[in-house]
């Protein structure tokens, strides 16, 4: 046996032992050796709750409780005090009152009854009333029941009594909830055989019909008659009818009815209330008496929608009064009337009658809306009820659009007015009438009407606004409605604000002068606000804080070095504002700006070491606005100069001497080509002798310092393509500053230098293109800037023809069709692995069978490409599409080259150069923008490339384009998607409402400031 084994057994023995000894313990315990019964009594309701149940005895108290079986009803709870009935109402009730059940069965149920809802006439425990009701039987059917209905003068003696006298309390086979037919139910009290009963009806017998004459309850009548009676029957005049036609025996409502036109003439002409043509008296009318006017059968409103029921079902919106009372009658004849509709008043005098005509046609009014002025007020509004307000007959903007369509068309500018774009119209405009132009609710003063909403502008005429404000001419700058500019702007901010000052546009538009970015791009607001301010020429800031919104740099030392005084209090003491001759906007030369501040004498002339000081060079050394050091100096410094060793550059006179003597520190270049500056010794040409803002001691950035020279290439910066490097100004990414060994200065071989940018151009394939495989780059291309696609120096057709002879090359071309000298449609002009360097990726018609798509005298249409892409054909159907026209000659060929390409998808070019041929502007549009998409060239990663059901060809909606990449924006962000509208335009909001996708000059590509401007566009309350 296993010591495991062992030790398992030995501790089942010890268990089995531990458990015996508890075991006679615990009988040791316990008194005797039987178990004893338990005697603990189960506790009663009454030991908790004894304070009620002294309570539920108090009078009428429900069986159960008096005889103290809650169990009958409730089931125990433990420690949380929570009432459980053994089974729901009314079943729990049913249990017992098994009459009950029968009475709701019956045609005519009591509400409460119907529903279940016991407890709301029944205490469940004890009442002092009977039945356990929970107040006295008047009292409680006047919880439901209007009390005036049955307090009248005279009241009939059960209602003042016992409800339960003629009602059944739960249900009923006859109307009403009454016990018994109506008939017996009288006859209980009123004995139709009696002498005074019959004399008291003028000696008729009735026996039934009691209510067409009496109110069951109460009545401000003897006898309780119904208030309005027919006159006939007053004094007993009964015969008047019932003598010319005997009534019994069933006779038709048409046989009754012409028994009226004996006292009631019919009226011919006019316009005639149909049951009245017909002689259907009793469709609207009682025969003896009625609780309401004319003797009407019904209440009114009942009695004209039981034909009329358009008129019924209105739950949201606006309902006129006299329809929603009911009274009918104040506005309709009953049986005819001289105008249509059974009108009282014909036209806009029938409104009047309650309308004051004071409010819409008043006297001083100069304008009258048009449907008011003919008296056409049911062109806008119904007369009965309507979802809207003000009982329109459409929503507000849709109504007033279908008369100004001219004015909805505008609903889909970029920038719309909030009202507008809501439809709410009669928030600027009177809809009736208006002193004021366009029905204004007054003059555009902006303490009458724009004030209204635009709050914060108020605070601007505290200040000192600007003169438009000040007089409430908000339309001068703005339109009203909307605009395809933000802020409603009616032009642009510059073309706006030189309509008023005259004086700026010498400013603006001089030329040979120097002028301030802002004024020449039109964009005044970037300094100006244009509601006003405290600060002078209305201003948004003060200077220096206004120039650093754009000039930053300029404040780069001011806190850890030394600022220029001038600069860092006022901006404008040595610079104008808006333009001026001089480089920089500076008022007058640098050196006499210098000269008013600083007396040109022997204390200056000691701190320069006694040195003859130029005129012009005090910039030369130092920053104008602040620099590191505390002698303002510029950060890149001439060794000699930073070492005060002046005479290792100047004479013991302070003459200069560059040129040869700037090589006795720096060692010449040697190299086959000189730039001439270098080889004449014109140093200074290019770098300051002293101290610059450019490393190198440059005396301007790059591409600016070439161009004071090369003239002739800087204007090929105009071009409308341009080689990269030289747009953006980088001109020793290709050239060396001083010598090389390469022609134009070039850092290596031509190929070579091409090479380090174009590694996408083919290397080591088997066939390569004559000039490429030389290096002779610039026998195709030019190398700054052209008009020609890729920089060739001419269109594609003329330059291959250059080389290779045209005759010599159609012959080489078995081509069904004529060539039309697109070379690069099927050749690399670089080489590939292909023989006659054809592209590497090869249409499939083109390798097999050009007869295929050029069938005699078929022409190459976007159809022929359609007849094998048919998924293309389902993209360009879609709403948005590159292919708008099916037989559009260029079509599928303006991206594509229909014999063979670089990639698999056939494409011209590479995706970004593609899209650049037709979106050029778009690239410039975002040009220099400080935030820009960091995908930008990147195209087809948010647009389709054939059609898409978005705006913009998006890959998805402005939304779930954006959030393929950015995955969690869409939960955390604004709410964006649908059902979220832009009040603007009514537009579905997404990312691209305040995102611009590929760059702005905010945080986020925002389109505005994210602080406020932003937001204010739609949150401005």
Known sequence: ??????????????????????????????????????????????????????????????????????????????????????????????????????????????????????????????????????????????????????????????????????????????????????????????????????????????????????????????????????????????????????????KSAEQMSSLCVSCHPSHVGGFLHEPYVNGQCLECHAVHASDYLAIAARPLQQLCTECHDQHTGIQKGSLHEPAQKGDCLSCHQSHWSENAQLLTVSGNDLCFKCHDQADFTGKGRKRLHEPVGQGECLDCHEAHAAPQKSLLNEKQGKLCFSCHDQTAGEIYHSSVHRPFAEGNCSSCHQPHQSSAPHFLKDSVSLNKLCLQCHAQIEEKLKETPHQPVAKGKCTNCHDSHAANRKALLLENPGKLCLSCHDDMKFAAESKGRIIHEPIREGNCTVCHDPHGTVKPQNLKKMEPGLCLDCHAEISQFWSTGSAHE???????????????????????????????????????????????????????????????????????????????????????????TTGPKCFDCHEKDDGKVVHAPYRQNKCADCHQTHAADYPGLLVNS????????????????????????????????????????????????????????????????????SPFAKGECLTCHLAHGGSNDNLLVEKSDNLCYQCHQKDRVIGQHKSPVPLTGNCVSCHDPHGSNQKAIIREFIHEPFSDDCSYCHQSGQEIT???????????????????????????????????????????????????????????????????????????????????????SAPAMLKGDGSTTCTSCHKSHDSFTHPIGEGVLDHRNRQMLTCLTCHDPKGTDYEYNLLLDHSKELCVQCHRY
């Not at 602040?626 to 950060?635: D, I, V, Y």
């Not at 050239?735 to 590694?759: G, I, P, Q, V």
């Not at 359609?866 to 709403?879: G, K, N």
């Not at 040009?927 to 059609?947: L, R």
């Open 862 to 948: 976007n159809e022929l490409c359609l007849q094998c892409h048919e998924r293309v054909r389902d993209d360009y159907l879609l709403p948005h599409s590159h292919l708008t026209m099916v037989d559009k000659k260029e079509g599928c060929l303006t991206c594509h080259t229909p014999h063979a390409g670089k990639t698999a998808a056939m494409l011209r070019d590479e995706v970004d150069q593609v899209c650049l041929e037709c979106h050029q502007q778009s690239l410039d549009r975002y040009d220099g923008k400080k935030h820009v998409h960091q995908d930008m060239d990147n195209c087809t990663d948010c647009h389709a490339g054939h059609g898409s």
């Open 702 to 769: 790059g591409a600016s310092l070439c161009a004071t020279c090369h003239a002739d290439i800087a204007k090929k910066s105009s071009a409308q393509k341009l080689h990269k490097p030289f747009q953006e100004g980088r001109c020793q990414t290709c050239h060396a500053s001083h010598t090389s060994d390469h022609k134009n200065l070039l850092h290596d071989s031509l190929s070579t230098a091409c090479m380090e940018c174009h590694t996408d151009l083919p290397q080591g394939v088997k066939n390569l293109h």
């Open 1 to 250: 046996m296993s010591n495991k084994y062992s030790k398992k057994r030995i501790l089942f023995i010890i268990n089995s032992l531990l458990i015996i000894v508890l075991y006679f313990t615990l009988q040791a315990c316990v008194s005797g050796n039987t178990p004893q019964k338990n005697t603990q009594r189960r506790q009663a309701c009454t030991d908790c709750h004894a304070d009620w149940a002294e309570s539920f005895q108090q009078g009428n108290t429900h069986k159960p409780v008096e005889a103290g079986k809650c169990r009958t009803c409730h089931l125990p709870h433990g420690l949380i005090a929570v009432v459980q009935l053994t089974s729901p109402a009314p079943r729990l009730c049913f249990a017992c009152h098994k009459d009950i059940p029968e009475s709701i069965e019956k045609k005519v149920v009591h509400q409460p009854a119907k529903n279940g809802k016991c407890l709301e006439c029944h205490n469940s425990h004890n009442s002092t009333n009977e039945h356990l009701l929970k107040n006295s039987e008047r009292e409680l059917c006047f919880q439901c029941h209007e009390q005036d209905r049955y307090s009248k003068k005279n009241v009939h003696k059960p209602v003042a009594e016992k409800c339960i006298t003629c009602h059944a309390p739960h249900g009923s086979d006859y109307p009403a909830l009454t016990d018994k037919k109506l008939a017996e139910l009288c006859a209980q009290c009123h004995d139709f055989k009696a002498a005074s009963f019959v004399a008291k009806h003028y000696g008729k017998k009735v026996t039934d019909g009691c209510l067409t004459c009496h109110d069951p309850h109460s009545s401000e009548s003897e006898g309780l008659l119904k208030p309005f009676i027919h006159p006939s029957i007053e004094g007993g005049g009964c015969d008047s009818c019932h003598d010319k036609m005997e009534m019994r025996g069933g």
């Open 566 to 656: 001038p600069a860092s209090q006022q901006c404008t003491t040595c610079h104008l504002s808006h333009s001026g001759d001089n480089e920089a906007l500076l008022r007058k030369e640098a050196a006499s700006i210098c000269g008013d501040c600083h007396e040109s004498g022997a204390e200056l002339q000691a701190t320069h070491k006694g040195m003859k000081l130029s005129p012009l060079g005090c910039v030369n050394c130092h920053d104008p606005h602040g620099s590191a050091n505390n002698k303002l100096l510029r950060p890149v410094l001439h060794e000699p100069f930073n070492s005060a060793d002046c005479l290792s550059c100047h004479d013991s006179q302070g003459a200069v």
